[in-house]
């Protein structure tokens, strides 16, 4: 029933930033959040957030990255600032968690970045 859509993704510079968007065809009532996966590893969580906006985010992406949500569109983004060459993967939006440490039922296709120089 949901389709979620991402837009963004795109090649930056070490240290450049880039915004995710992801879009959903219906509304939301439960956590939405973005994943990735590099080559060769699994996809793991970068940050999630409920409707009301708690956050969770990866060790890793702390203090780098932030999660927004705009309910009234049904649209979560992902600010991606300081960007490191280990932040290659693609990056997914997801919807549909009952908490902010699992994935829910729902996911996009997908949208590629890239942080080279």
């Known amino acids: 029933q949901v389709q979620l859509v991402e837009s963004g993704g795109g090649l930056v510079q070490p240290g450049g930033s880039l915004r995710l968007s992801c879009a959903a065809s219906?509304?939301?009532?439960?956590?939405m959040g973005w994943y990735r996966q590099a080559p060769g590893k699994q996809r793991e969580l970068v940050a999630t957030?409920?409707?009301?906006?708690?956050?969770n985010y990866a060790d890793s992406v702390k203090g780098r990255f932030i999660i927004s949500r705009d309910n009234a569109k049904n649209v979560v983004n992902l600010q991606m600032n300081s960007l490191k060459p280990e932040d290659t993967a693609v990056y997914y939006c997801?919807?549909?968690?009952?908490?902010?440490?699992?994935?829910?039922?729902?996911w996009g296709q997908g949208t590629q970045v890239t942080v080279s120089s």
């Open positions: 219906g509304i939301i009532l439960r956590a």
């Open positions: 997801n919807a549909g968690s009952s908490n902010l440490w699992t994935a829910g039922g729902y």
């Open positions: 957030i409920t409707r009301s906006g708690t956050t």
